[in-house]
């Protein structure tokens, strides 16, 4: 790179931010090059988001300083970045659905004829951004938002900062929400805004992405930069290992009896998400006593849906859901409880707990019905007390206080206190979905060992994750969804991060995937 | 935490009414009448003698009750504005039916008790029901409560309004009243000697009180209803069903709403009349309850504290020149403060005096 | 939004109101009513006035909304416009108002209203004031202060007679067969209320004002990082929606040529109708001015049936509205609330 002769587009060193006592971003060197694409790769919560939102002047830095064009600069607000021609695009599109598409990219920038929104100035304006690359928004530049697929929604967002004059675009997690038809769209997109002289910065936690678009990648884990790579001269293998920090060891002991009975068996499960379309397409599978049964895929892949569906959460479309061979799948989430499903939730703070009770009060929530907490409609708070005692003490709840509230605990204490919830609810299965997401290194020990205790003492075991180190760790089996279905089933021990890699992207293991990998249309 | 925000709650209602007696005693200094003269009768109004003691009670019950209603919905985390609407209800179904029903019972003590039993139990299940409507239709149909609500009140008020003119009306009656109810179906003074005021009531709201306070903290219902309030997904995750707890808290709300509207009738009113006229307990009830944090116990202040206000209107309106319709003013800056906490927060920061933000 | 996407969008209101004009008409015809008696010029005259202090208030409560504050304190902010506007003109015309004393008193019950608007305002939104609770103190506020005003002046909570505004004749188009009196020989009021439908409407769909109130609305989020202080967009909102109230309650008076406080006031939950008339026209300004229309004729419809000899419970069928709106709500859902209605909206720090 001639870095000397043009300033790089964005040069970031020493980036410090922190939240209370965590450390999001730790002295964290990043450059941008002018009209080059850098990918930001780390797993979720491993500082990417925080990094780019230092930048785009939504958190204020404890130190470091920011560099855009050679010139330094501290921005306070969005409206600095963008008048210094940073845009960014979020994971959860800024848009007004009610509005148009045109109204929705010239917001807050209206050009004026008589003050009146001169709405032909800015058609001609958008449709001149969109005839200089391959964008297809100006066909309905009159259609509100809400009646855009999600693919279209990103495109509006794109075009949103170009027509704000943005020369530097972030793009935060742009992919997660696309088909993957879609995603190649984009990616295309990119190279050629790359080669227009636009700066790109494409945060992803997939290898394949990264790979397959970006000029250089930056890896980040635990909040501080491990390292930046050509893309042309790196592997899937290479930034696996620099995400994960290191080799995986699979020293567990070889499992005693693979073959138990079933528990949970489950059939031609089809569910739809929230915005009624299919997510879950066809899946069958069994959880025997005393396996962990693993399901990988990278997120948005249905596993949320397949949870619910299996919890009680969501409605099944057709299918069945069969515990200990009983028919559950009309039973509602308080009749799959009280038939013996714990579950660990995807999401903590919004459904595992309720963050103004004390731990006393969420020791008792999905406990409603159980007999010496609630008898006979009455609860009886001295026994909850003690139970949430018990649980503080054997799950090494940190502070050991009953009083607390939930939202004064740590990621790491609310999740053990929740795992510890639900393991002591004594179910016939558990289904832990992602248990260890933004949780400190010592909690993740600690709840995977309870997770491979319980499995020793016979329990059937569901564990989605998007986590490959904690699949292959925990699982005794593997399968790995892929829209809406299981694309294949894999043995933990002889896998490879590839195979899996290969799985997740949605190639079958052993075909030849070379013409199908998206095209950045930089590296080929 | 709990104490600390009991200690809040208590600066913010002091300050609220403090302000807005300030901005009250201003106005009528500037209207040309004394001031000092204002607040001495104000007091006297609320607590100067028995007969003003009972009359603040009679108004304190009533806030009680209907406060209680709107902790109730609100604790819920839902927004029920329909409490008066279900007092209204409420109270011309508890004298419909004792009209009804007196001729088939005997007179008398006991059948007067009998009288007040079927009234309260027809109060109540009017009150429930009307409440129970905007939650079915928030559940099935996902229309705002708060616009349903607000909506039926007016609907029960004009019906109502209606029905005492036309069908309802007592033979005879000039005015757009009912019949009155017999003379045996009353409380007992026992011990003010107060028309319009007995401590049975009183009981009766404090009852309430007591029932709904272990619905909420110890009750499987009431656990499952207050976490819906907090955080939806955490209940639903832990299987509270979100679409029957809107509906069940509403319809407990509107029951509660219903008692209010019987003790009315029974006890103050003997008959019922155009609901344009019966006073807005059920929209004062609102800022009874956030003064209480919409904690069933704190109610119980917070009800006194409103019965004392209203009470000492009425003696203003009667004992001195000073326009009635003041004391209405001061009673909704009340309620504007009360709605403002976070004024007073501010406003503690600024002068150093607490409240860490 | 064009008309017919408009049509299209509200078919359910708008089938609701072709039902029960059909509804009446069929009733009319088999119950051989004098129908031209009823439906006069005279008849559409006194709606379009009784229509006027309703649309008016409507226009500024669903501006309010729009912007994502639900400004329930519309009916307090009529009661003080009326009873500021009736004590302004018998302030400052000595006691024997007359015209200009009228427009003058419209005029300055603006100002008031605007005062008490602005404070309003910063209660809602710099202090985060519970919207439901503050718009219901501020009924009760009205309804205590502004009798309490009639008594300071008048020692009694119902004015003596003041003046009423004239209607104005527009010449030429005044002659127009039947049109011509229902629009150009009228109050001048009403033809202002048209004209301000129409600009609130254009003003909302055109101008980048507009844009910014739907969006702080929608989703202020999306409109702050546009750069656009949501906030502000917020304060303009709820002190026009204030204004827009204190005037409908001064031109109430204004046609009424004097105060009346007793019992709800003159005003009498014409507030409540007005934000009954925006959820009726879908948040369309001129759908909330043909609301406030209809609720208006109905009004007016029960002293034309009355001068036909038919009476009618006046006090169900004012409760059309009300039954109205839940049964729109019922079938429609809350989807066309804007979503962040009654949320805060706090910038990153």
């Not at chain 1, 329990?459 to 694309?487: C, H, N, Q």
């Not at chain 3, 003046?163 to 005044?174: F, G, K, R, Y």
Request: hydrophobic share 45%; proline share 4%; net charge negative.
């Amino acid at each position: 790179m001639t870095a000397k002769e043009t300033p790089p587009a964005v040069r970031m060193e020493g980036i410090t931010k922190r939240f209370g006592d965590v450390v999001a971003n730790d002295d964290v060197d990043f450059t941008l090059e002018k009209g080059s694409i850098h990918a930001l790769l780390g797993e979720n919560g491993s500082g990417k988001t925080t990094l780019m939102s230092v930048l785009y002047g939504l958190y204020e830095k404890n130190a470091g300083t920011v560099h855009i064009d050679g010139e330094p600069k501290t921005f306070e607000s969005p409206r600095d970045a963008m008048d210094a021609g940073v845009g960014m695009i979020h994971q959860h599109f800024q848009l007004v659905e009610t509005m148009t598409v045109l109204q929705n990219i010239i917001l807050g920038h209206e050009p004026s004829d008589n003050g009146f929104v001169d709405t032909a100035t800015a058609r001609w304006d958008i449709e001149d951004i969109c005839s200089r690359y391959d964008f297809h928004v100006d066909e309905f530049l009159d259609t509100k938002i809400r009646d855009l697929d999600l693919g279209a929604r990103q495109r509006v967002e794109i075009v949103k900062s170009l027509y704000r004059g943005a020369d530097i675009l972030i793009l935060d997690e742009p992919t997660a929400v696309l088909t993957p038809q879609e995603i190649s769209d984009l990616l295309d997109l990119m190279g050629e805004l790359a080669d227009a002289g636009h700066s790109l910065i494409f945060i992803t936690h997939k290898l394949g992405e990264a790979l397959g678009a970006a000029d250089e990648i930056t890896v980040l884990r635990d909040g501080a930069a491990i390292g930046t790579v050509d893309a042309a001269e790196t592997s899937e293998t290479e930034l696996a290992r620099m995400m994960v920090g290191r080799e995986i060891q699979f020293d567990r002991p070889p499992r005693e009896s693979p073959e138990g009975d079933a528990v949970l068996d489950v059939e031609q499960l089809h569910a739809r998400g929230s915005r009624g379309l299919e997510q879950v397409s066809g899946v069958d599978l069994t959880v025997q006593e005393g396996e962990i049964l693993g399901v990988a895929g990278v997120q948005g892949n249905g596993q949320t849906e397949l949870v619910e569906a299996l919890t009680g959460l969501r409605d099944v479309e057709s299918g069945s859901v069969r515990l200990n061979g009983e028919e559950i799948t009309d039973t509602n989430r308080r009749q799959r409880i009280d038939a013996g499903i714990a579950y660990i939730p995807e999401d903590r703070t919004t459904e595992g707990l309720v963050q103004d009770y004390t731990l006393v009060r969420n020791a008792l929530l999905g406990n409603q019905t159980v007999d010496p907490f609630v008898d006979n409609g009455l609860i009886d708070w001295e026994t909850v007390h003690d139970h949430a005692g018990d649980i503080i003490r054997e799950y090494d709840v940190q502070p050991p206080n009953e009083r607390s509230e939930a939202k004064s605990l740590s990621g790491g204490n609310q999740q053990k206190f929740i795992v510890g919830r639900e393991i002591e609810h004594d179910p016939d299965v558990m289904i832990a979905s992602h248990p260890t997401r933004g949780v400190d290194i010592g909690s993740i020990e600690f709840i995977h060992d309870r997770l491979l205790e319980l499995r020793e003492a016979g329990m059937a075991i569901l564990v989605v994750s998007s986590k490959l180190d904690e699949i292959r760790k925990l699982s005794d089996r593997i399968v790995v969804m892929y829209e809406g279905e299981f694309a294949g089933a894999v043995d933990p021990v002889e896998t490879t991060e590839e195979e899996l890699g290969m799985l997740m992207a949605g190639h079958d293991a052993g075909t030849d995937d070379g013409d199908s990998e998206p095209s950045g249309g930089v590296h080929s | 935490m709990l104490r600390a925000s009991v200690v809040e709650r208590l600066a913010i209602a002091t300050a609220s009414t403090a302000l807005a007696l300030l901005i009250g005693v201003t106005i009528v200094a500037a209207a040309g009448y004394d001031p000092v003269q204002f607040l001495v009768s104000l007091i006297n109004g609320a607590v100067g003698g028995e007969s003003a003691i009972a009359r603040t009670l009679r108004f304190s019950t009533l806030f009680i009750l209907t406060g209680v209603a709107v902790a109730v919905a609100f604790r819920a985390g839902v927004f029920n504005i329909g409490v008066q609407g279900q007092f209204v209800v409420g109270g011309i179904a508890t004298v419909m039916s004792i009209i009804w029903t007196a001729p088939l019972l005997p007179e008398g003590t006991v059948g007067g008790a009998g009288l007040i039993l079927i009234g309260f139990v027809a109060g109540t299940f009017a009150g429930g029901v009307y409440g129970a409507l905007p939650g079915a239709l928030k559940a099935y149909a996902d229309a705002n409560v708060i616009i349903t609500t607000i909506m039926l009140n007016f609907i029960a008020t004009g019906v109502v309004g209606w029905l005492v003119q036309n069908p309802f009306r007592g033979e005879g009656n000039a005015a757009p009243n009912t019949e009155r109810i017999p003379e045996y179906v009353s409380f007992p003074s026992v011990v003010f000697d107060s028309s319009g005021f007995s401590v049975i009531g009183l009981a009766i709201a404090l009852a309430t009180v007591a029932v709904i306070y272990v619905v909420m903290e110890r009750s499987r219902f009431g656990y499952d209803m207050v976490t819906s309030g907090y955080q939806e997904s955490a209940a639903t995750y832990s299987g509270v069903s979100a679409k029957r707890t809107v509906v069940l808290t509403m319809t407990l709300s509107g029951m509660v709403a219903g008692i209010a509207g019987a003790v009315f009738a029974v006890m103050i009113q003997g008959y019922y009349t155009d609901p344009s006229g019966i006073g807005t307990y059920g929209f004062d009830a609102i800022a009874v309850s956030l003064l209480a944090a919409n904690n069933p116990l704190g109610i119980v202040p917070a009800g006194l504290l409103f019965g004392g206000l209203e009470s000492a209107g009425s003696h203003i309106g009667i004992y001195t020149d000073v326009p009635v319709q003041l004391i209405d003013g001061v009673i909704g800056l009340v309620i504007l403060f009360v709605a403002v906490p976070e004024l007073f927060r501010m406003a503690a920061v600024r002068t150093g005096l607490g409240g860490d933000r | 939004m064009s008309f017919a996407e408009y049509a299209k969008r509200n078919s359910l209101g708008i089938a609701g109101i072709a039902v029960l004009v059909a509804g009446a008409a069929i009733a009319a015809v088999a119950m051989d009513l004098p129908f031209w008696e009823i439906v006069t010029i005279g008849f559409v005259e006194r709606s379009l006035q009784a229509a006027t202090p309703i649309a008016l208030t409507a226009i500024g409560g669903l501006y309010a909304e729009k912007s994502g504050v639900f400004n329930i304190g519309v009916e307090g902010f009529m009661i003080f416009g009326a009873a500021t506007a009736a004590t302004m003109m018998w302030i400052i015309s000595g006691g024997s108002p007359g015209q200009s004393d009228v427009w003058l008193a419209i005029l300055a019950s603006v100002l008031v209203s605007l005062v008490f608007a602005v404070l309003f305002a910063v209660l809602l939104i710099r202090y985060e004031a519970d919207q439901i609770v503050a718009g219901l103190a501020l009924w009760f506020i009205g309804l205590g202060f502004g009798p309490f005003m009639a008594v300071l002046v008048w020692e009694s909570r119902n004015s003596p007679s003041l003046e009423s505004i004239n209607d104005l004749t527009v010449p030429v188009l005044a002659d127009i067969p039947v049109l011509g009196p229902i629009f150009f020989d009228t109050s001048p009021l009403v033809m202002v209320t048209a004209v301000l439908a129409v600009a609130a409407w254009k003003f909302l769909n055109d101008t980048k004002y507009g844009y910014w109130i739907q969006a702080a609305g929608e989703n202020p989020e999306a409109l702050d990082t546009a750069g656009i202080d949501v906030t502000r967009v917020r304060y303009a909102a709820v002190i026009f929606s204030g204004v827009m109230a204190g005037l409908g309650g001064a031109v109430l008076l204004a046609q009424a040529g004097s105060f009346t406080g007793t019992g709800e006031t003159m005003v009498g939950g014409r507030g409540w109708i007005g934000i009954v008339a925006y959820l009726f026209g879908n948040y369309n300004p001129i759908g909330a001015a043909v609301a406030a229309l209809v609720f208006g004729g109905l009004d007016m419809l029960q002293i034309q049936l009355q001068t036909v000899g038919i009476n009618v419970p006046n006090r169900l069928v004012n409760l059309f509205p009300y039954a109205g709106v839940i049964l729109v709500l019922t079938v429609w859902g809350s989807t066309q609330t804007p979503s962040a209605v009654g949320e805060p909206y706090e910038s990153e720090e």
